[in-house]
C-alpha cells in the first residue's frame, strides 16, 4: 500500500477519490389542479370540524380564564399594597415623617403666597381675591344708586 493509501484507511478507511458529479436537472414541479380536500371522506371533514370547533371553545375558555386570573391577580396585589400601606403608616417613624411632610406642604405654600403677594405688591397689581371683592362692592353700590336714583325720579 502507498503511504497515501495508509494514511486514508487510518482516518476511516476512506479512500480520497475525486467524484465526478453529473449536472443536477432541474425539473418544474407540476401544480395540482386537484386539492386534498376533494379526495378527503366526509367523515374526516366532519371530524376535523369538530377538533376545530372545541380548539375554538378550549381557546375561549383558556382566555377567559386567564381574564379572570389577571383580574383577581390585580386585586390580590391592590389590596396587599394596601395592606403593606397601612402597615407602614402604624409605624411611628412613617407617622413622623407623614407630619413633617404635611408641615413643610404648609410652609410651602405660605412662602409661594408671599412671595406672589411681594411681587404683586411691587408690581401695584391687585390680586384676583381682592378684584373680585372690590367688584362686589362695585356691584353693592351701583345697586344703592340705582335704587337713589328711583327715589329721586318719583
Given amino acids: 500500500m502507498t503511504q497515501s493509501k495508509t494514511r486514508n ?5 476512506k479512500t ?19 386539492d386534498w380536500e ?6 374526516a371533514n366532519e371530524g376535523l370540524e369538530r377538533i376545530s370547533a372545541e380548539l375554538e371553545k378550549w381557546s375561549d375558555e383558556l382566555q377567559s380564564r386567564s381574564e379572570r386570573f389577571r383580574r ?3 386585586k390580590r396585589i391592590e389590596q396587599g399594597v394596601k395592606q403593606v400601606q397601612d402597615e407602614l403608616r402604624k ?12 408641615e413643610i406642604e404648609d410652609r410651602v405654600e405660605k412662602n409661594i403666597d408671599a412671595g406672589v403677594d411681594r411681587v404683586y405688591t411691587r408690581l401695584k397689581l ?3 381675591d381682592e378684584v373680585k371683592k372690590l367688584e362686589r362692592k362695585i356691584a ?3 345697586r344703592k344708586l340705582q335704587a337713589l336714583e328711583k327715589e329721586m325720579a318719583a
Fill in 126 to 128: 391687585a390680586r384676583l
Fill in 9 to 13: 484507511k487510518s482516518r476511516g478507511g
Fill in 140 to 142: 353693592q353700590l351701583n
Fill in 38 to 43: 376533494d379526495f378527503r371522506p366526509e367523515w
Fill in 91 to 102: 409605624i411611628p417613624v412613617i407617622k413622623k415623617a407623614e407630619k413633617l411632610r404635611h
Fill in 72 to 74: 383577581e391577580s390585580q
Fill in 16 to 34: 480520497n477519490r475525486r467524484r465526478t458529479t453529473t449536472p443536477q436537472r432541474r425539473t418544474k414541479r407540476r401544480t395540482s389542479d386537484w
